[in-house]
């Protein structure tokens, strides 16, 4: 009905508070505060008159506790209970000792639970229950439930340290996981796009390797493209797959080749693989090696580049009757003595061994050279048809190779095909590479000395012999201006 009697009488008075309602007001709030409390109560014993602390007199302590009331509270103490506390408290604090109560007790509420709890360690006769707490009797229960718990609350903790760790382990797992699932797609995706390139880079090869191919949008022949394709086309290849690509490049080269050898006939594939060996180890040093000239091998049994191909069959079955013939020619040879202008044979090269026969008196001429003793080939960077092969231990084999039937008026361009039989032959042997020397001159051992050879033009309108001659202490292979004239026509026409 009034309000404002529920107010501070400073907030409806203007009138200065009296001593008395102070003093009324603050025993009110003290009473208030005495209501929310638990009272224990300390009692202060002296030990001793002297104020020592290492002084305890037995009189003296007996007759405080004696005259303080402390017997007598222990006597009502033992009467009563000596712990009480609410269901709640008593519950969340107990609670683990029992499989009953551990970890949530579904069946009641805390009051229920507490009895549970009590019941199941055996407690009951010395508890007591009330409206809202739980009283026991002895204090003995309530250090067997505190031992009890004390027991499981390091089991406890091991538990949450174990499930927490466990968790952490799980997150970081998951994480990684999704990063591995991430790492693959990508890897995934680069592989695809690897062999989309890869793939496209097969197409690009096939046409360029399609008999009769031309393109209208590039200036550049199909050789410049295929060369360029080679040296630009390859993709990069992705970090997972840099152990393989050498095997993936090794299957491209295999497969571009056999697009290359499948327009070739089968019979022309030793021919093939030749100019191979002769390109890659001429190419670029030398003017002409014949690579544009078809490459028979044994010229001295064909007909057609010999007119006395019967006398050198015959020859063959006589002198070499158990050995293959990979190439034979009419060369003019250096001779060590140099008693003659020319000393004209025949040189035949087998699968071991380079033979050397004379043609006019059909025998074998001096050792046969083993290809195994050889241990490099010079030869000149002109369109002459010198070359000399080094030799362990001896003169070395320096010769020029002339046409069968007209030695000095048909050229011919044998030095290619013989330096790529040689060097076929020498690593089939040997396992290994033979050093080849290309320059202006060259240097050969003849008559067990050392000697530098020279080639020089020579003749005019009338052909002169092909020949070797004296130039000082050197030599000099003097080749008719006719047939050089007549090779580097050759040349053009083929480029």
């Known amino acids: 009905m009034w309000p404002e009697g529920s ?162 382990v799980r997150m970081r797992i998951r994480r990684l996981r999704a990063a591995m699932y991430i790492l693959q797609a990508y890897r995934r995706y680069k592989l695809r796009q690897y062999l989309s390139e890869l793939h496209s880079l097969a197409v690009q090869t096939r046409q360029l390797y399609q008999p009769g191919y031309s393109s209208s949008s590039t200036r550049m022949t199909p050789t410049q493209q295929r060369l360029s394709l080679e040296r630009n086309g390859w993709p990069k290849e992705p970090r997972a797959l840099i152990s393989v690509v050498s095997v993936l490049r090794r299957i491209h080269r295999r497969w571009k080749a056999w697009l290359l050898l499948r327009r070739i006939p089968r019979e022309q594939w030793n021919e093939f693989r030749l100019k191979i060996i002769a390109t890659s180890a001429l190419s670029g040093r030398r003017l002409n090696y014949g690579l544009a000239d078809k490459w028979l091998g044994n010229y001295l049994a064909l007909q057609e580049t010999n007119m006395k191909a019967n006398q050198f069959k015959s020859e063959v079955r006589q002198f070499l009757p158990n050995e293959t013939v990979l190439f034979s020619s009419r060369v003019i040879k250096a001779s060590s003595s140099f008693l003659r202008k020319c000393v004209d044979r025949w040189i035949v090269v087998t699968e071991r061994t380079i033979y050397r026969i004379d043609w006019k008196t059909s025998k074998l001429v001096g050792h046969a050279t083993p290809i195994m003793d050889a241990t490099g080939i010079a030869i000149t960077k002109g369109v002459d048809q010198l070359v000399a092969v080094n030799v362990r231990g001896g003169n070395d084999f320096v010769v020029a190779f002339v046409d069968s039937n007209d030695p000095y008026i048909r050229p011919v361009n044998r030095v290619g095909e013989f330096v790529a039989i040689i060097l076929k032959q020498y690593s089939l042997l040997t396992k290994r590479d033979l050093m080849i020397t290309i320059s202006d001159s060259i240097h050969c051992r003849l008559g067990n000395k050392e000697k530098v050879l020279m080639v020089e033009p020579s003749g005019g309108q009338h052909p002169i012999q092909v020949l070797f001659k004296r130039n000082g202490n050197h030599l000099s292979l003097l080749w008719p201006s006719t047939l050089q004239q007549q090779q580097q026509q050759q040349h053009s026409n083929g480029l």
């Open 7 to 168: 107010k501070n009488i400073t907030e409806v008075s203007r009138r200065p508070v009296t001593a008395g309602y102070l003093f009324k007001t603050s025993m009110n709030d003290l009473i208030e505060n005495l209501k929310q409390k638990v009272p224990f109560y300390i009692r202060c014993i002296k030990p001793n008159s002297d104020k020592s602390p290492s002084k305890f007199d037995p009189a003296i302590i007996s007759h405080q506790v004696e005259y303080l009331g402390l017997v007598e509270n222990v006597r009502v103490r033992r009467a009563g209970f000596a712990h009480r506390s609410t269901y709640e408290r008593f519950y969340q604090r107990y609670k683990m000792i029992s499989p009953l109560t551990w970890p949530n007790f579904r069946d009641g509420n805390v009051e229920q639970a507490s009895r549970t709890l009590i019941n199941d360690k055996h407690f009951g006769s010395d508890v007591e229950y009330g409206k809202t707490k739980i009283f026991i009797r002895s204090p003995q229960t309530v250090v067997e439930l505190e031992r009890q718990r004390e027991r499981y609350i390091g089991m406890i903790i091991v538990l949450l340290q174990k499930v927490w760790r466990g968790t952490l």
